[in-house]
């Protein structure tokens, strides 16, 4: 940057902090983020209609059909190529790395990360990759969020705001669902619903909605009309529904947490680009729906029309066979977890989302043919309605975010006729998910160290905390060979504190703490200056702080379990300091005031 350009950008930032209050210039940027992740999202969608466009409606249509067995790891290695000489960074998938950034960056996002989701992630989808373009298009939009809030020097507190911001527009243009795109960023961020954090929301969400319509129009990507509506007799099936939506959430999470973890333990990124392409290529070859997004899919199935998406099935079966149909949609349901969790193992980028719906979708659809199989139950199961409240089902399940799912549903639909089936099935899901697992798939690494930011004031104020801040390292140690004169002379007398560590002098390993009143009637017996040494008076400490393993909940906790005011740190098996509770609290105050203002 030239120094015209640095005068302009400091007389810019001047100007703003003098005519523009920061609560004003919040609500623009509001507006900026959501119009912006809208045009992002544009962008990614129409990258990606291209890209299909040419291999699936072009190219697939002058050779044979196997070329869809080739094409996902064809794909993959576009991807990683990319990746490794464009944007020369790994391009992280979906919500988790923006509460990674939230957890330990500050809410400060890398700059490649504004623009690396929109070039691979199509690439990804184009080629088969059985993802969607939700989680990019959200991280597209964070990363242009957190780099314009670096730009004009925002605070930490509004740079998650506007975060948040980014990721309800993000979902808002992508379905044209305001109020849900704004549920999201509560639930999976753990915003407080307030009217300083509610009206940028409201903002941003509307912004993305707008720029949807503008260049969309009416369009829906899951356009669908309910012509039933809910009636008492259904509650049993719904509840049903639930109950498979919960259970099918913890295989979702399981799997792909499973595989996952696999390919993580590959160390050639090539090797995982062949596993899972071949792997996928042969899932796609032998179930078609599984390329790409799938919202044609879901489309058909709600629609009454299963042969369209099911006819090019490998195994020319009897599609006029309703349990033919039901077996495959079953299969679906299975498979496509698997081939998701495949996607992202050999290296694409994408979200989660679209899979859910998928699953959902289909997981719903087939249960509401199983039911009509039995006219002796008495009831018959509107296939729209169960496609759509298992979307809610699954979604509620996996990313524990029942109002998200619920009023999504409802806008999509275009009315609430539905909405009382889906919150019972909401409600039952989410309570069959959570008894699997505590956390959503977006924050379950995290959660498990510890470190996710939530709604929970105190956890997140203790996640927040720099754990560097807290220790002190002005505590003159003590060695195990001294004796009480050098204790006496070379320690005590010198020192301003009452607690000493006692340390192994070759290795500097915790052996004790001396404290001060241990030794406060031998100080003055002389005769025992040569007699007694630190091993003799030293005593083991309540509890030891591990650098690395404990987190601020832990410290606190064990400061609140022992009653001590100072306890040792250990780093890599050394003596590295205390922690003392004065400071530790001082901190959290300060830290409580930053955050609640």
């Known amino acids: 940057m030239g120094v015209e350009q640095k005068n302009f950008v400091r007389d810019l930032l001047i100007w703003r902090v003098k005519h523009i209050s920061e609560r004003h210039f919040i609500l623009i940027l509001s507006g900026v983020i959501g119009i912006v992740t809208g045009l992002a999202a544009l962008a990614m969608r129409s990258f990606t209609h291209l890209v299909q466009w040419l291999l699936d409606g072009q190219l697939a249509q002058t050779i044979t059909y196997g070329f869809y067995f080739i094409l996902p790891t064809i794909g993959f290695g576009v991807v990683y190529l990319v990746k490794k000489y464009v944007v020369r960074n790994d391009v992280n998938h979906g919500i988790p790395s923006i509460l990674y950034a939230v957890a330990h960056q500050k809410g400060v996002m890398k700059r490649f990360q504004a623009y690396g989701s929109l070039l691979v992630a199509p690439i990804t989808i184009g080629f088969g990759g059985s993802v969607g373009l939700e989680g990019p298009m959200v991280v597209t939009g964070a990363g242009i969020s957190s780099n314009i809030c670096t730009f004009f020097h925002i605070n930490q507190t509004n740079r998650m705001l506007l975060l948040a911001c980014a990721c309800a527009a993000a979902l808002a243009s992508i379905f044209k669902v305001p109020i849900a795109a704004i549920l999201f960023a509560i639930?999976?961020?753990?915003?407080?619903?307030?009217?300083?954090?509610?009206?940028?929301?409201?903002?941003?969400?509307?912004?993305?909605?707008?720029?949807?319509?503008?260049?969309?129009?009416?369009?829906?990507?899951?356009?669908?009309?309910?012509?039933?509506?809910?009636?008492?007799?259904?509650?049993?099936f719904y509840i049903l529904l639930g109950v498979v939506g919960g259970l099918m959430s913890a295989y979702f999470t399981y799997v792909y947490e499973k595989l996952n973890a696999y390919f993580k333990k590959l160390a050639s990124p090539y090797l995982r680009i062949i596993i899972g392409g071949a792997l996928l290529g042969l899932l796609i070859f032998i179930m078609p729906p599984l390329y790409g997004e799938g919202h044609e899919t879901i489309n058909h199935l709600k629609e009454g029309h299963p042969e369209l998406s099911l006819s090019s099935n490998i195994f020319n079966w009897d599609l006029t066979n309703a349990w033919i149909i039901i077996l495959l949609l079953a299969g679906l349901t299975f498979a496509k977890v698997v081939a998701t969790s495949l996607t992202f193992g050999a290296g694409g980028v994408g979200g989660i989302f679209s899979p859910m719906l998928f699953m959902g979708g289909v997981m719903g659809n087939c249960l509401a043919r199983i039911i009509n199989?039995?006219?002796?139950?008495?009831?018959?199961?509107?296939?729209?309605?169960?496609?759509?409240?298992?979307?809610?089902?699954?979604?509620?399940?996996?990313?524990?975010?029942?109002?998200?799912?619920?009023?999504?549903?409802?806008?999509?639909?275009?009315?609430?006729?539905?909405?009382?089936?889906?919150m019972l099935t909401a409600a039952v899901s989410f309570l069959v998910a959570k008894s699997f697992n505590k956390y959503s798939i977006y924050t379950m690494e995290l959660g498990r160290k510890g470190e996710l930011i939530s709604q929970n004031k105190d956890q997140s104020?203790?996640?927040?905390?720099?754990?560097e801040q807290v220790v002190e390292h002005n505590f003159t140690p003590v060695y195990t060979d001294m004796k009480l004169r050098e204790i006496v002379y070379d320690v005590v007398r010198y020192s301003n504190r009452n607690i000493y560590p006692v340390l192994d002098r070759e290795h500097n390993t915790l052996k004790g703490i001396l404290l001060l009143d241990d030794i406060r009637q031998l100080m003055f017996d002389t005769d025992q200056y040569d007699k007694i040494d630190a091993t003799q008076l030293m005593q083991l400490p309540p509890a030891v702080i591990t650098m690395g393993e404990d987190k601020m909940s832990s410290v606190m906790d064990k400061f609140q379990q022992t009653g001590a005011w100072n306890l040792p740190v250990v780093k890599n098996g050394e003596y590295y300091g205390f922690i003392s509770k004065s400071k530790l609290l001082s901190i959290y105050r300060r830290k409580l005031i930053y955050f609640t203002q």
Do not use: C, R
Request: aromatic content about 14%.
């Open 461 to 467: 104020i203790l996640t927040l905390m720099n754990f």
């Open 187 to 236: 639930e999976v961020f753990g915003l407080d619903l307030t009217l300083s954090s509610l009206i940028p929301l409201f903002i941003a969400s509307l912004s993305g909605v707008f720029t949807s319509y503008f260049f969309f129009g009416n369009e829906a990507l899951i356009p669908i009309q309910i012509t039933q509506g809910f009636s008492l007799q259904g509650i049993p």
């Open 373 to 422: 199989q039995f006219p002796v139950l008495g009831y018959k199961a509107e296939l729209p309605n169960f496609t759509m409240v298992g979307m809610t089902a699954l979604m509620t399940g996996v990313l524990h975010a029942p109002l998200t799912a619920v009023f999504l549903i409802a806008e999509v639909t275009g009315g609430y006729s539905l909405l009382v089936p889906a």
